[in-house]
């Protein structure tokens, strides 16, 4: 088996037996952090990140602030719910998502 330290040491694996080793990072792949506020009756707000994505997708000596970081905004009405996401993936692509939920009873 070929010993690339290069790729070894940026994935973490140990450098002896090529093995990975454990760590808390391990622990953080497995997680997701996300939060929503409410603003009164109508309007709420979310906010989320995810480490493994950020792990997996983030490119070596660029910058990579919001990979992994998830928002959104939405507008609770009677009738209509209109939802707006935005998923960053690397610090030019980023995922939007438009939801429109309509209610047609009383």
Avoid: C, P, W
């Amino acid at each position: 088996m070929y010993n690339d330290t290069a790729f070894n040491n940026s994935n973490g694996f140990d450098q002896n037996t090529g093995e990975k080793s454990f760590t808390i990072d391990k622990i953080f792949r497995h997680l997701i952090a996300a939060g929503q506020v409410f603003i009164g009756n109508k309007i709420e707000l979310s906010l989320a990140y995810n480490y493994l994505l950020h792990k997996e997708l983030v490119i070596a000596n660029t910058a990579n602030g919001f990979t992994g970081l998830s928002f959104g905004l939405g507008a609770l009405f009677k009738k209509i719910q209109i939802r707006y996401a935005r998923s960053h993936y690397q610090n030019n692509t980023a995922y939007n998502q438009l939801g429109l939920n309509l209610f047609f009873y009383n």
